[in-house]
């Protein structure tokens, strides 16, 4: 896991020394937006998850679209390991036209969304397995992107989904 952190830490500084000059729009109708990153304090246990999520522009300030993860920690207060899966259906908000912002780099949004969390313990020594506390669940987020590129940056996430918080990779179709 730290390896890839590592790695992904080197892109993202990577991308900065490849700035280009020329942006479109930081969100518009028909974008398709792909975030891809590790999420932090999934299920209120600690851990790190991996996940993403893809949107679709349906409106200038409207996207929809899916999201999933995966997040598990062994030894877990020593009891064994746990593990949980999250995909479900979301809709974003992007207010760089409500808030006037002219930088096209920015993209500041919040959403909405329905999905299933899939929680697993697997209690050490006694073959025991249990799958307390999964179901369906409401999510919100807010959120950033920085582009460093007209279709390259970054992103970090506050809510629910694959993680509290949420940081990584985006990328614009």
């Excluded at 020329?22 to 999420?39: E, F, P, R, T, V």
């Excluded at 932090?40 to 998850?49: I, K, S």
Aim: with cysteine; charged share 10%.
């Amino acid at each position: 896991m730290k390896k890839m952190f590592a790695i992904a830490l080197l892109a993202i500084a990577a991308m900065f020394c490849f700035n280009s000059s020329s942006y479109a729009q930081s969100y518009q109708k028909g974008d398709k937006l792909l975030n891809i990153g590790l999420g932090l304090g999934t299920y209120g246990a600690g851990g790190v998850g991996l996940g993403g999520s893809f949107e679709y522009g349906i409106h200038d300030a409207i996207s929809v679209g899916v999201l999933g993860g995966y997040s598990g920690r062994g030894n877990y207060l020593g009891y064994g390991r746990w593990s949980v899966i999250t995909f479900g259906a979301r809709g974003s908000y992007h207010f760089n036209e409500l808030l006037n912002l002219n930088d096209d780099k920015i993209d500041l949004y919040a959403g909405v969304g329905l999905g299933y969390r899939s929680i697993t313990w697997n209690y050490s020594g006694s073959g025991y397995n249990d799958t307390w506390g999964s179901g369906i669940l409401f999510l919100g987020h807010i959120g950033g992107k920085y582009y460093f590129k007209p279709n390259l940056g970054v992103f970090a996430e506050l809510g629910s989904g694959f993680g509290t918080l949420q940081a990584g990779l985006a990328f614009k179709f």
